[in-house]
């Protein structure tokens, strides 16, 4: 069973440009999240999304950030008009559909690293 | 969600057992404590996680207090690959499935010496 997958694992852009990160749940999980991570600080969760579906987005910045997941394909955090400030690690991680039991757990993928020149 | 303290860092030898603590004396009674673990420029990776009671996989032990007000990972016998920053995270479940994002705090950055 294939991980969360994330690509392009490195992206640089120019300030102006636009960045596109793409995520791949696992199969079978119809939950995906994305987070930030900003240089020598901790993760900040971003936005929650199911299929076709924005949950929570208390965490995007109210400008230039946009994410989907569609029904069919990854799921996209779009970020236009790229800063310096938007250098960092971008993570995704999905889980699985309801559970009857309480509990549950993200499974982050490996992260895409932007970096904005 | 309920906050959580860990110490910033912490040492253990190789081979030897990793105890690392996590207290969360504000905890809901319907909120879970999570772990998961970063090693170093990877993405974050669930370890365990529970309610009330001790829990135990193929990774860690998890031991909650009676209280709930303070817990502790157990690494029976750390290598140096369990290098890595430790986060303890207190979560409430929702009962629709899947739930709102993970506040991850400073975590503890256990360092395992050769």
Not at chain 1, 78 to 85: L, N
Not at chain 2, 12 to 35: D, F, K, M, Q
Not at chain 2, 40 to 55: D, F, R, T, V, W
């Amino acid at each position: 069973n294939a991980g969360v997958m994330q690509n392009p694992r490195h992206l640089v852009r120019r300030r102006g440009q636009e960045a596109r990160l793409r995520c791949s749940p696992m199969k079978g999980h119809s939950h995906v999240y994305w987070y930030r991570q900003l240089p020598e600080e901790g993760l900040k969760f971003m936005v929650y999304l199911q299929k076709e579906n924005i949950i929570d987005e208390s965490g995007m910045p109210k400008e230039r950030f946009s994410a989907e997941f569609p029904k069919e394909g990854p799921s996209i955090l779009r970020i236009q008009q790229v800063v310096r400030g938007d250098s960092a690690a971008y993570f995704c991680a999905s889980s699985p559909p309801n559970k009857r039991e309480m509990g549950y757990e993200q499974y982050f993928g490996p992260g895409t690293r932007l970096t904005v020149t | 969600d309920a906050k959580t303290t860990q110490p910033t860092s912490m040492d253990c030898a190789e081979g030897r057992a990793a105890n690392l603590p996590c207290n969360h004396s504000t905890i809901s009674g319907n909120e879970y404590v999570y772990w998961y673990r970063q090693i170093h420029s990877q993405g974050p990776q669930y370890i365990i996680h529970g309610l009330k009671n001790n829990e135990t996989n193929e990774m860690a032990s998890l031991i909650i207090t009676e209280d709930r007000k303070s817990s502790t990972l157990i690494l029976p016998h750390a290598t140096l690959r369990d290098t890595a920053v430790y986060y303890c995270i207190v979560r409430a479940a929702h009962s629709g499935g899947g739930a709102d994002g993970l506040t991850f705090g400073k975590g503890t950055h256990l360092i395992i010496q050769p």
